[in-house]
């Protein structure tokens, strides 16, 4: 039985993408306290989709006020790491599944792919973000560009996301019954 062998395969790597759903949830919680104190309601994820500078300014301002513009510095800096950590697990996490051929193998090839694109956009997002949070001026090319990239972040992320345990059941199912 073909699916057989790819049970067969070495165990997946996840040891990474888990390490990066850890680093996900560090970065959801200072995200969240940037918007703990009361005046404060724009979020990292504002910024982020905001498109203008005028928005961003409107960000920043708010946030330079309520006093959680380092505690938003220091969001973005952990944004930096998860990205590595969790574009690295889920790289990882998609080739291992590789091996096992058939549907698994092609969505293995599919999150190491997500991956690929998660960094990539990812990192251009935060990077845009922390040069005008550093700045402490929003650029309408720059908020455009950090904008424009999110939704091909967040595609990705849900690849991978999802397609690491859809993988793993997956290859379960391909193996058949245990005897």
């Known amino acids: 039985m073909a699916g057989a062998a790819g049970m067969n395969a070495a165990a997946p790597q996840l040891r990474w993408w888990l390490w990066g759903l850890f ?69 990882r996490a998609g080739r291992s599944f590789m091996p096992a051929g058939g549907r698994v193998r092609v969505i293995g090839a599919f999150i190491a792919a997500a991956a690929l694109v998660f960094v990539l956009t990812d990192y251009t997002e935060t990077v845009l973000q922390i040069i005008q949070l550093i700045a402490d001026k929003g650029s309408d090319p720059l908020a455009a560009s950090a904008a424009t990239v999110r939704p091909f972040k967040v595609i990705a992320w849900i690849v991978t996301f999802v397609g690491v345990p859809v993988a793993m059941v997956m290859r379960r199912i391909d193996a058949g019954p245990l005897d």
């Open 23 to 91: 680093a996900f949830v560090v970065v959801i919680g200072l995200g969240a306290a940037v918007t703990a104190p009361d005046p404060v309601t724009f979020g990292i994820t504002d910024h982020q989709a905001a498109g203008t500078a005028a928005r961003v300014d409107a960000i920043q301002t708010q946030w330079r006020e309520g006093g959680v513009r380092p505690l938003a510095i220091l969001a973005m800096i952990g944004d930096l790491v998860f990205i590595a950590i969790y574009g690295w697990g889920s790289w």
